[in-house]
């Protein structure tokens, strides 16, 4: 499998080109595009979350917790006291922190669920229903920012079965065909559970028609196409 750092600059320079090819596409402010770019690398390091010390999981779980903080601190900065909004950051933070993420080294196997497309498919989800519910932003950013988590989380799989096929030597690993998988036999009550969660998150997420019709646009190829070389 690949590593942490072809994992990063895999995401990011994928991820990148897509922020770029959305900055022509679409009226985003460049808050947006920053926060998508991010999101992507991400979803890069998502997939190997499960091995319990590996640096992407301390990293994500730090950023996790200083935004887990945040939010409900901006969300509810209107109604609450300064001394409110404090406490409800840091219980929120040490929640994140502390509980979550020792619930989640708990009942995760490197290599395990998460790495795998249908945890791609949840975790996009995930992220377009928290930007709707949780950020109040519109259906378009919210999507667009469930593909780039999504999709970055894609690249990671993908890049994990093209490091297990030994290229000089031809030579298959037995890895080959671990990565990109759509569930795991061994643990098929947790592949069922995983593909339901899918199935709920998809009644609860936003509508996806401003995003499609972007996708599908002619003129968006138009303009891409128009923009590639100089
Ligand atoms: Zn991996």
Same mark, same amino acid.
């Given at each position: 499998?690949?590593?942490?750092?072809?994992?990063?600059?895999?995401?990011?320079?994928?991820?990148?080109?897509?922020?770029?090819?959305?900055?022509?596409?679409?009226?985003?402010?460049?808050? %947006?595009?920053?926060?998508?770019?991010? /999101?992507? #690398?991400? @979803? =890069?390091? !998502? +997939?190997?979350?499960?091995?319990?010390? &590996? *640096?992407? %999981?301390?990293?994500?779980?730090?950023? /996790?917790? #200083?935004? @887990? =903080?945040? !939010? +409900?601190?901006?969300?509810?900065?209107? &109604? *609450?006291?300064?001394?409110?909004?404090?406490?409800?950051?840091?219980?929120?933070?040490?929640?994140?922190?502390?509980?979550?993420?020792?619930?989640?080294?708990?009942?995760?196997?490197?290599?395990?669920?998460?790495?795998?497309?249908?945890?791609?498919?949840?975790?996009?989800?995930?992220?377009?229903?928290?930007?709707?519910?949780?950020?109040?932003?519109?259906?378009?950013?919210?999507?667009?920012?469930?593909?780039?988590?999504?999709?970055?989380?894609?690249?990671?799989?993908?890049?994990?079965?093209?490091?297990?096929?030994?290229?000089?030597?031809?030579?298959?690993?037995?890895?080959?065909?671990?990565?990109?998988?759509?569930?795991?036999?061994?643990?098929?009550?947790?592949?069922?559970?995983?593909?339901?969660?899918?199935?709920?998150?998809?009644?609860?997420?936003?509508?996806?028609?401003?995003?499609?019709?972007?996708?599908?646009?002619?003129?968006?190829?138009?303009?891409?196409?128009?923009?590639?070389?100089?």
């Amino acid at each position: 499998m690949a590593d942490f750092k072809t994992h990063v600059c895999g995401a990011a320079l994928i991820s990148g080109s897509a922020a770029a090819a959305v900055a022509m596409v679409s009226p985003a402010d460049e808050a %947006v595009v920053l926060g998508l770019f991010g /999101l992507g #690398i991400v @979803g =890069g390091m !998502l +997939p190997d979350l499960d091995s319990d010390n &590996s *640096l992407p %999981v301390r990293i994500t779980f730090n950023v /996790l917790s #200083i935004l @887990g =903080g945040f !939010l +409900p601190v901006f969300r509810f900065a209107d &109604s *609450l006291s300064l001394v409110e909004l404090a406490l409800l950051g840091l219980s929120s933070f040490a929640l994140v922190r502390y509980v979550v993420f020792a619930a989640f080294t708990r009942f995760t196997v490197h290599r395990g669920l998460l790495h795998s497309v249908p945890s791609a498919l949840v975790c996009g989800q995930l992220v377009a229903l928290l930007a709707d519910r949780c950020l109040s932003l519109s259906p378009l950013v919210a999507w667009m920012s469930a593909a780039f988590l999504g999709g970055g989380f894609l690249v990671h799989l993908v890049l994990d079965e093209l490091y297990s096929v030994d290229l000089m030597g031809r030579r298959i690993k037995r890895s080959f065909g671990t990565a990109l998988s759509l569930g795991k036999k061994a643990n098929w009550l947790g592949t069922l559970a995983l593909y339901a969660g899918l199935a709920v998150l998809t009644t609860l997420t936003p509508p996806a028609d401003a995003f499609l019709r972007l996708v599908r646009d002619p003129e968006t190829l138009a303009v891409l196409s128009d923009r590639l070389l100089p």
